[in-house]
T-cell receptor
Framework: GQQLNQSPQSMFIQEGEDVSMNCTSS?????WLWYKQDPGEGPVLLIA?????ELTSNGRLTAQFGITRKDSFLNISASIPSDVGIYFC????????????FGKGTKLSVKP | ETGVTQSPTHLIKTRGQQVTLRCSSQ?????VSWYQQALGQGPQFIFQ???????GRGNFPPRFSGLQFPNYSSELNVNALELDDSALYLC???????????????FGPGTRLLVL
């Protein structure tokens, strides 16, 4: 099935470092969502973006909806051990039909 | 506010059998979507139900079918199970098509299906 291009595939960083990951698509999206998934659990919504250019924060997390509507990034500042997990971007192209298209995920590991 | 719940949490079936997975949507949500997540991959959209009608379907064969009930809970049925059906099945609910944020989806914990 169709997927977004999400990078990097994995990151191994030191506690306290900042993290940046991004997603790109060949088609336009109306909504970008960022999720975190821990092993054996469902994805948990972190940030939702609804308008091109929108910049939204949730604590140490910041995400932006790209101006072209074909990309989005997620930044995590001052990482802590509990940030470990897999981060997924997801996009929705149609407002009235919300089938989300997901990236393959970025696996984040944090070294204390 | 109750979040999305799914049952069972784990299930083991043999090839050729049929399985039914269940989902209760978050309070106030009238739309339910189902996804299949293979190991190491992002979730893949199976279908969505809005007010008891199918409202979109991904690239899955007809042996994947679903239902939504008047209380907005939902079932995913898979017939003639194949080994490749082994995956985490996720249910997500959303507020629905009213408003620009209707497609924001909140996921349940998933059902882990193993087909032997």
């Amino acid at each position: 099935g169709q997927q977004l291009n999400q990078s990097p595939q994995s990151m191994f960083i030191q506690e306290g470092e900042d993290v940046s990951m991004n997603c790109t698509s060949s088609s336009i999206f109306n909504t970008w969502l960022w999720y975190k998934q821990d092993p054996g659990e469902g994805p948990v919504l972190l940030i939702a973006l609804y308008k091109a250019g929108e910049l939204t924060s949730n604590g140490r997390l910041t995400a932006q909806f790209g101006i072209t509507r074909k990309d989005s990034f997620l930044n995590i500042s001052a990482s802590i051990p509990s940030d470990v997990g897999i981060y997924f971007c997801a996009g929705s192209a149609r407002r009235s039909q919300g089938n989300l298209i997901f990236g393959k995920g970025t696996k984040l590991s944090v070294k204390p | 506010e109750t979040g999305v719940t799914q049952s069972p949490t784990h299930l083991i079936k043999t090839r050729g059998q049929q399985v039914t997975l269940r989902c209760s949507s978050q309070s106030g949500h009238n739309t339910v979507s189902w996804y299949q997540q293979a190991l190491g991959q992002g979730p893949q959209f199976i279908f969505q139900y809005y007010r008891e009608e199918e409202n979109g379907r991904g690239n899955f064969p007809p042996r994947f079918s679903g239902l939504q009930f008047p209380n907005y809970s939902s079932e995913l049925n898979v017939n003639a199970l194949e080994l490749d059906d082994s995956a985490l099945y996720l249910c997500a609910s959303s507020p629905g098509t009213s408003g620009t944020r209707g497609e924001t989806q909140y996921f349940g914990p998933g059902t882990r299906l193993l087909v032997l």
